[in-house]
T-cell receptor, first 117, second 114 residues
């Protein structure tokens, strides 16, 4: 079974600074997707960024980028120029890409990010 | 609003009662997923549907839990004989299909069993 581990229950960052959230995962599959989801207080979870395991290039979405290390099974999220609106729970998630495989998302426990003005 | 809609948003029930939650996915999304999220944890998968077919169920989905998606549109999740351990946020998500990996989540139904 796949597992996702987020070792930082809480992180804080000053507005306009950069912060990195860590995620490691365990799988025996070779093809999969990795995600970072953001869950603001009392609001729905939204996708921040997605990485396909077969792609060596790290995904970027504006101020958000990942450092994907497949051999190390590591998938960290970097948020640059942090904004107050970035404050939320961030979840790392895994999904199999095997044809006919499970489509469920496996989530980590999350990291609560606080942005200080 | 064309997002995923979940009702009710909050439900308080007495132990032993049955409860039912509803999820309306984004129109024409054929995949619909249910997750449970307890305090301080990430969401845990419960089950998912492709149209009206239930394709996978987690071992977390005990015999007190049942989910349906009768016409391939909205879905219901029923919990019978609720227990205090069922208190959690129940999240619904939908996606257009298997090749669309992004899941769009609703705001959830928070269940409190007293």
């Amino acid at each position: 079974a796949q597992t996702v581990t987020q070792s930082q229950p809480e992180m804080s960052v000053q507005e306009a600074e950069t912060v990195t959230l860590s995620c490691t995962y365990d799988t025996s599959e070779s093809d999969y997707y990795l995600f970072w989801y953001k869950q603001p207080p009392s609001r729905q979870m939204i996708l921040v960024i997605r990485q396909e395991a077969y792609k060596q290039q790290n995904a970027t979405e504006n101020r958000f980028s990942v450092n994907f290390q497949k051999a190390a099974k590591s998938f960290s999220l970097k948020i640059s120029d942090s904004q107050l609106g970035d404050a939320a729970m961030y979840f790392c998630a895994y999904r199999s890409a095997n044809q006919g495989g499970s489509e469920k998302l496996v989530f980590g426990k999350g990291t609560k990010l606080t942005v200080n003005p | 609003d064309t997002g995923v809609s979940q009702n009710p948003r909050h439900k308080i029930t007495k132990r032993g009662q049955n409860v039912t939650f509803r999820c309306d996915p984004i129109s024409e999304h054929n995949r619909l997923y249910w997750y449970r999220q307890t305090l301080g944890q990430g969401p845990e998968f419960l089950t998912y549907f492709q149209n009206e077919a239930q394709l996978e169920k987690s071992r977390l989905l005990s015999d007190r839990f049942s989910a349906e998606r009768p016409k391939g549109s909205f879905s219901t999740l029923e919990i019978q004989r609720t227990e205090q351990g069922d208190s959690a946020m129940y999240l619904c998500a939908s996606s257009p299909g298997s090749f669309h990996t992004e899941a769009f989540f609703g705001q959830g139904t928070r269940l409190t069993v007293v």
